[in-house]
């Protein structure tokens, strides 16, 4: 059996997160993680070579843009949180959870989207 060798598996790395979609570029970024944390100084200079070269600056414009958009979505989704806590009635009785409160937010969400 051939192995693949590391300058193949960094390059499509870098072409998986430049051009593919979420889920590709998640497994990607965590086999990359992996490799960092696990292969040693070796595996380290190779990315960091790669890194290096002219071709990696639309890799990391893309990584930049994804990072970008995901802190966006946690601040969205921060604020949707805040605002059903924000809204939730006291009720006497039993405490809802967030995940209740969640839960009920949606449905009213979702009846509100219904009607319109």
Do not use: C, W
């Not at 193949?8 to 970024?29: F, K």
């Not at 939730?88 to 509100?112: C, F, S, W, Y």
Request: net charge negative; proline share 2%.
């Amino acid at each position: 059996m051939n192995a693949i060798g590391l300058d193949v598996v960094i390059a499509a790395i870098m072409q998986l997160v430049s051009h593919g979609s979420g889920d590709e570029v998640a497994g990607a970024l965590n086999l990359a993680n992996s490799l960092l944390e696990q292969g040693g100084h070796r595996v380290q200079k190779k990315f960091y070579d790669a890194f290096n070269r002219g071709t990696a600056a639309g890799f990391l414009r893309e990584l930049h843009v994804r990072i970008e958009l995901a802190a966006e979505e946690v601040k969205e989704n921060k604020a949707i949180v805040m605002q059903v806590v924000l809204n939730a009635k006291p009720e006497p009785g039993r405490r809802k959870t967030l995940h209740m409160m969640m839960e009920e937010a949606n449905i009213v969400a979702e009846q509100d989207e219904a009607s319109e």
